[in-house]
């Protein structure tokens, strides 16, 4: 067991922590369920992923520049600032559950396939010279 | 929980991060070679400003703050040292809102 694999189970655990706060969010009809839900355990559950996160990333020397790091970061904060504004405006419709779920689903695309400035570099000059990268 | 006492105690931490990212961890890389404050130091500052966002905008929503007052705390909240500025005016609101 090593610290990176630690910190990766914390962010895990974290992760669905805030994917279920999500979901609560929007199957309680309670607004006070909703907030809890969302003031209780999906935003605190960000706070854990972010930090496990900024620790992964000292620990391996990732920039965090690179495009998967700093676009999970943005867009795991847009998806809790639509959780927040759904709950505060008591929005339950399809649209403010996407607007929530979509940055996330982004991020955990962001996280499996890490493209970095180089990668994207190199798809961009393929494309542009018509090669196979 | 009180968002506003939560946002003023974020924007105090997110200020004095700040600060010692400018006073301490720069001055350490730059004139002392050691890049590493920079790295620790601006990772906590990166954190603590997603946090001070997250905890802004919910009490902007909740409290239903004008967009003015929310930018102007965004604004202080970037300005060395500009917390001070943000926590006497946190602390004027919530004293108010204490009051009332």
Same mark, same amino acid.
């Given at each position: 067991?090593?610290?990176? +694999?630690?910190?990766? %189970?914390? *962010?895990? $655990? ?10 609560? @969010? ?5 607004? =006070?369920?909703? *907030? ?8 605190? &559950?960000?706070?854990? $992923?972010? %930090?496990?996160? $900024? ?14 790091? @700093? ?10 600032? &639509? ?5 505060? +405006? ?5 649209? &403010? ?23 994207? +570099? =190199?798809?961009?000059? =393929?494309?542009?010279?018509? =090669?196979?990268? | ?100």
């Amino acid at each position: 067991v090593t610290y990176s +694999r630690v910190l990766l %189970l914390i *962010k895990l $655990v974290a992760v669905l922590g805030y994917a279920g706060g999500l979901v609560a @969010a929007f199957v309680s009809s309670a607004p =006070a369920e909703r *907030k809890r839900a969302v003031h209780h355990i999906a935003s605190p &559950a960000l706070v854990v $992923v972010w %930090l496990s996160g $900024v620790l992964l990333t000292l620990e391996q020397s990732v920039p965090f520049t690179e495009p998967w790091i @700093a676009g999970g970061l943005v867009l795991s904060l847009v998806s809790q600032l &639509a959780l927040v504004h759904s709950v505060t +405006r008591d929005l339950q419709s399809r649209g &403010a559950f996407f607007a929530a779920a979509l940055p996330l689903a982004a991020v955990l695309y962001l996280m499996i396939f890490r493209p970095t400035w180089d990668s994207l +570099r =190199a798809d961009s000059r =393929a494309v542009t010279t018509g =090669a196979t990268p | 929980l009180n968002p506003l006492r939560d946002l003023r105690f974020v924007a105090l931490l997110e200020g004095l991060s700040l600060a010692v990212l400018l006073f301490v961890a720069m001055p350490l890389k730059h004139l002392a070679g050691l890049p590493l404050a920079v790295r620790i130091v601006g990772s906590a500052h990166g954190l603590l400003f997603l946090v001070f966002c997250a905890a802004l905008y919910r009490v902007a929503l909740e409290r239903r703050w004008p967009l003015k007052r929310s930018l102007l705390a965004l604004f202080w909240s970037v300005v060395p040292l500009g917390f001070l500025v943000l926590d006497r005016s946190l602390r004027d609101e919530l004293e108010k809102s204490e009051e009332a």
